[in-house]
């Protein structure tokens, strides 16, 4: 079976689509003002750290607010807001709750939690550079966590 996509009009036929689309289609928009500092857009990976002291400025403290494994339990304030509208809703309409696992940590937690799983898996038999590079593939290093922003 042979295409027509090999044909230089067929190609032209597929770009004059995707442009027509392009311009007569609806505007895209954001869920949310972008042009706002207001922490809602965070990117936080390998490429985009943050540092020690870095520490969102609107956590709240949810584990009295909505179900949690722990006694203490933060979240930033729209998170919060969201989570706990959430939890409620869930719990309406399936007559069962929902458990916060885990929520903010600080750069030391996160650095705390990094290392003591390299150190389990030392434990384990691994030498440090294969139980450092395995604890990488699963859990984020120190100020690449998105945890860190609440």
């Known amino acids: 079976m042979q295409t027509s996509f090999g044909k230089p009009w067929s190609w032209g036929l597929c770009l004059g689509l995707i442009f027509g689309w392009l311009l007569f289609c609806p505007q895209l928009t954001l869920a949310f003002d972008t042009t706002q500092d207001n922490q809602m857009l965070l990117l936080v990976n390998s490429k985009h750290t943050l540092d020690a002291s870095w520490q969102p400025n609107d956590l709240l403290d949810i584990a ?51 290392y003591g799983k390299v150190a389990g898996r030392q434990r384990s038999g691994q030498s440090y550079t294969t139980a450092y590079n395995n604890t990488l593939r699963y859990t984020a290093f120190p100020g690449t966590s998105e945890h860190q922003t609440g």
């Open 64 to 114: 009295k607010l909505a179900p949690s494994t722990k006694s203490q339990m933060q979240l930033g304030d729209a998170a919060a807001n969201a989570y706990v509208r959430m939890c409620t809703a869930y719990k309406a309409e399936n007559n069962l709750p929902l458990n916060t696992i885990s929520g903010f940590r600080s750069f030391a937690v996160q650095k705390q939690l990094f």
